[in-house]
């Protein structure tokens, strides 16, 4: 259905004035977090100041481009023509205002002062405890407390000074990966550069001239493998036409944690958790957008040895750049799955014209669950529970030998059974502002390396962002009411969600 | 293709297959059209113990355990044993013959009495005397209550080897009762193996349905299957086999009824140094040897006054025919120790005392290396149980806790329980033997390491004694 002009100019208004409250919100929630003495310091990447009623280009936004709708799903009239998929379709912010903030989902900016001409950095190598999932605290090796570390983020052109901290109990060396910099300072261990031992501290500094999606990490091997990355993102002088309202980071890694573990195995071959940003499906925090916005979602594959097909559902996206440089247009590539290799960083870009919950995910099936386990035992018999076992650990209860009627297929059983969230796992699901008003049942299908991609229509959007306790699901049917077809929708029963 | 040619290759196709089909169906193992191969490899022909060994297993356990609320207790298999081991009476006569030896070897010796017709004829009389005559034996030296003295000291030998029998039969006994006690408790610890076992094969099938196990994994569980099977089965018949000696020792046919008790229960650790100053001071058997040496004194005593002539006085009254007259006779008569003066024997008792000398200590010697090889035998076990109560099952416990709780919380798959399981379950009975290992151990260390409560109960004189005297002296 088209929009009529009237109510668009309105939509686009208050849309434009609530991401620009949530811009500085979410800002400002940055900053309450640095450090007080730091309070002063810069934060890298453009602040966000109200919009202007029109972009550079055309003096306003459009809802139509040659057949293709931002508010609804299209495709185009012309594959050649420039706005085919949203292609070139501009988001509501002017290329005026600078890059939009860049966003890592539960990660941290890395604070800097300006001392002698550079920005300068410090970053301190060391153990950390993330949360992958409530309650499943694991102990990997990062920066600053975090895992993955704090996010660098500069401008193209500033020169950069990096001082890096071991306090780890082994030599490290950090590796700027993607930079074309002087060869001192590239970070190689005995190569380049003698290990930086542990209690020491070592100084990087290089002009940089690129622009893009870089990050840094520890360039021994096994450190690798055991967390120590993160985000070092270059803006472009000049922001990149069209420029985009929403600019997301995230980092695909995979672990082997045994049960009962808290540590990785980073000598494993094969991988049991997954996480994106440190956190595990449905921990990870959801991607939320205004409806009619264009998105960049800049996506690290940095997995000990897992590539990941990455699948974005309800959306047609354009891969724009891989980590060395942004792609000319004229290569961008339509896809809904891209495959992003070990050490790949990918950058997508679309028109999010589709309301609603969408998956985000990789596609490996056995990285879309958690801590996967072959499902025999008693929580697939009729009248068997563990609960039995434990009550009493010197007898265990009898075992009864008859099948089940699932037997009757060979296969059975293919889906997870006796997957359980405490109440307490649920209330810390259900805590993050972005998951509000989602259906019941979401958790229970978002596991491992997958997040979600919220499309939401403004005042949609202002309830999630800006209010508390809506109630579950009340988001989501709404979209159904003014998008779907809600006379063949059915809830989602009420489970027992905590919250 | 034409339609003909069509026709042809199909029924050549379809009558290979039904070749295939019969040929098939010979075998064992290959389906049939009733049977889905998924069903034919996942069903075991036989799951269930009852139908392992049919006719072959014993049903006096079920009997028993029937009626839950009698049972057998170690104090009155003890007073059952008391009465009716065969051993403690054949002790008791011992003394008995002891105490009878001592009393016939100091009776004192009858009076003789004879008619005495001598030199018939003489003179055409009826002959020169014939009389009645009495005669008596004075024993001299004390030799009667010598000897008494004697046998009543084997007798006290007696009652020592007597005490020591009691030791055997009460120890055989306790090890034997504990031991039926043990088997008690590996009989259910087996059948929590084998429920494991029965998991194992159901999870097993579970995996093969899902793709997860193949066709060896199957044989494999069902062998495992069987295989703990058999093991139930053993420890059943280990009961049985318990149960019956324990019987046999007690010396009564009794109704199997499950035992009341606790292997834990046990004393303090016992002290090497303080038991063994026990063993080797108030052993029975030593307390036998050291009374057997002083029968040896006195039998040495005895033979020393072997020698000394015995009196024998005789007197009568009789007709002498040729003098026509009433005559007496008398009578002294006495040995004269020329030659035998009874040195053999004497020299055979002195050297019989200095044997026995050595039979104490051999007595000792021996006691102190079967207490080393019981000591040894109990330090490892409490050693172990000690290690077995404090780290080993706690662990492992905790182990299938743990294992549980991560199957519960999806990261763990439910065969790494059974493992965890079965390690637990199969590290309880090592504990159980151990326990046992301790508990008898302990029983023959109090018990003066006397053992064998159905060998025949010694007498009072050791292998290799020569009695010397058919008549006992």
């Known amino acids: ?499 | 293709m034409d339609g003909n040619l069509f026709l042809k290759t199909l029924a050549q196709v379809a009558t290979a297959i039904c070749l295939l089909a019969s040929s098939a169906s010979g075998q064992e193992l290959a389906p049939t059209a009733k049977q889905k191969i998924e069903q034919l490899l996942t069903e075991p022909n036989d799951i269930g113990l009852d139908t392992a060994a049919p006719g072959t297993r014993w049903d006096g356990l079920a009997i028993g355990q029937s009626n839950a609320a009698e049972v057998h207790t170690l104090n009155g298999m003890l007073e059952l044993a008391a009465r009716s081991n065969p051993t403690i009476l054949q002790a008791q006569y011992q003394i008995t013959g002891q105490l009878a030896k001592a009393q016939q070897a100091g009776l004192y010796p009858n009076p003789m009495i004879a008619y005495i017709a001598e030199n018939i004829g003489v003179e055409g009389t009826a002959g020169e005397w014939q009389g009645a005559e009495l005669e008596q034996r004075f024993v001299t030296a004390g030799k009667l209550q010598l000897s008494r003295d004697k046998y009543l000291q084997r007798a006290k030998v007696a009652e020592h080897l007597a005490v020591a029998q009691q030791f055997r039969v009460c120890n055989d006994v306790r090890i034997h009762y504990y031991q039926t006690l043990a088997a008690q408790q590996i009989l259910d610890l087996q059948k929590e193996l084998l429920k494991t076992a029965e998991d194992d094969l159901a999870t097993t099938r579970e995996m093969f349905n899902a793709g997860q196990a193949n066709q060896v994994d199957l044989h494999r569980a069902n062998s495992e299957l069987r295989r703990q099977q058999l093991s139930v089965l053993q420890a059943e018949n280990r009961i049985r086999r318990e149960f019956l000696q324990l019987s046999s020792l007690v010396g009564m046919e009794l109704a199997f009824l499950p035992l009341s008790g606790d292997l834990h229960a046990a004393s303090d650790l016992i002290d090497y140094d303080t038991v063994a100053q026990r063993v080797l001071s108030q052993s029975p058997e030593i307390l036998a040897a050291h009374s057997k040496l002083r029968e040896d004194q006195i039998t040495i005593n005895r033979e020393s006054v072997e020698w000394v002539p015995d009196v024998i006085v005789g007197g009568g009254v009789g007709r002498n025919f040729e003098a026509n007259d009433t005559t007496g006779a008398l009578s002294v008569r006495m040995e004269l120790p020329i030659y035998d003066r009874n040195q053999g024997t004497y020299r055979q008792a002195q050297a019989d005392y200095i044997r026995q000398q050595k039979e104490i200590r051999r007595t000792e010697m021996d006691l102190k290396m079967r207490l080393a090889m019981q000591y040894e035998t109990y330090l490892s076990a409490a050693q172990h149980v000690l290690t077995y109560e404090e780290m080993i099952l706690p662990q492992l416990k905790q182990a299938y806790a743990t294992s549980l709780q991560s199957y519960k919380e999806d990261r763990l798959a439910w065969p790494h329980v059974l493992h965890s399981y079965r390690d637990y379950t199969l590290r309880r009975i090592e504990y159980t033997d151990q326990l046992l290992a301790r508990r008898t151990s302990e029983v023959l260390i109090n018990g003066f390491l006397l053992h064998g409560g159905l060998n025949p109960a010694p007498g009072a004189i050791p292998p290799g004694h020569l009695d010397a005297t058919p008549n006992p002296r």
Not at chain 1, 172 to 191: A, C, I, K, N, R
Not at chain 1, 209 to 229: K, L
Not at chain 1, 232 to 255: A, C, E, S, Y
């Open chain 1, 1 to 499: 259905m088209e929009r009529e002009t009237s109510p668009r100019r309105h939509f686009i208004k208050s849309g434009m004035l609530a991401a620009a409250s949530l811009a500085a919100g979410k800002t400002l929630s940055a900053q309450e977090q640095v450090d007080p003495e730091e309070a002063a310091v810069p934060q890298a990447g453009p602040i966000a100041t109200p919009p202007a009623a029109s972009n550079t280009k055309e003096g306003t936004v459009r809802d139509q481009y040659d057949g293709f709708s931002r508010f609804k799903p299209s495709r185009g009239n012309d594959p050649d023509s420039d706005y085919y998929l949203g292609k070139l379709v501009p988001g509501f912010r002017s290329t005026e205002e600078g890059p939009a903030p860049f966003v890592a989902p539960d990660l941290e900016k890395l604070p800097y002062v300006m001392k002698d001409g550079a920005k300068q950095f410090e970053l301190v190598a060391q153990n950390v405890r993330r949360e992958f999932l409530p309650g499943y605290e694991m102990d990997v090796w990062g920066y600053n407390g975090s895992m993955p570390g704090p996010t660098i983020e500069v401008t193209q052109g500033d020169r950069v000074r990096i001082i890096v901290h071991n306090e780890l109990p082994e030599p490290t060396t950090v590796h700027w990966h993607g930079f074309e910099l002087p060869v001192q300072q590239d970070g190689s261990m005995t190569l380049t550069q003698n290990p930086i031992m542990p209690g020491k501290s070592y100084v990087y500094e290089f002009d940089i001239h690129e622009a893009g999606t870089f990050f840094y990490h520890s360039h021994v091997a096994m450190q690798e493998a055991f967390g120590m990355v993160g985000w070092f993102i270059v803006h472009p002088k000049k922001v990149f036409d069209p420029p985009v309202d929403r600019d997301f980071g995230l980092i695909f890694q995979n672990f082997h944690i045994k049960a009962n573990q808290t540590i990785s195995n980073s000598w494993a071959m094969d991988w049991s958790w997954h996480t994106i940003n440190g956190r595990s499906g449905p921990f990870t925090t959801p991607l939320v957008v205004k409806h009619g916005e264009r998105v960049r979602i800049r996506l690290l594959d940095f997995s000990p040895m897992q590539h990941h097909p990455i699948h974005l559902h309800g959306h047609t996206f354009w891969l724009t750049g891989r980590e060395g440089a942004r792609t000319p247009k004229s290569a961008w590539i339509p896809r809904n799955t891209e495959l992003v290799g070990v050490a790949q960083a990918a950058e997508f870009e679309f028109i999010a014209n589709n309301p609603g919950d969408w998956m985000f995910h990789c596609h490996m099936v056995h990285h879309m669950m958690n801590h996967m386990v072959e499902q025999v035992g008693p929580r697939i018999r009729e009248g068997a529970n563990v609960d039995a076992y434990m009550t009493n650990l010197d007898q265990r209860p009898p075992v009864d030998m008859k099948h089940s009627e699932g037997f009757a297929t060979p296969g059975y059983p293919q889906g997870m059974q006796g997957m359980q969230m405490s109440e307490k796992f649920m209330k810390a699901i259900w805590s993050r502002r972005e998951v509000q008003g989602m259906r019941a049942t979401w958790p229970k299908s978002v596991h491992g390396l997958m997040t979600l991609l919220r499309v939401l229509p403004d005042d949609l959007y202002q309830q999630v962002m800006e209010t508390d306790d809506v109630p579950k699901g009340a988001i989501f049917e709404e979209i159904v009411q003014r998008f779907g077809t809600p006379g063949t929708y059915q809830k989602a029963p009420m489970m027992k969600m905590g919250h």
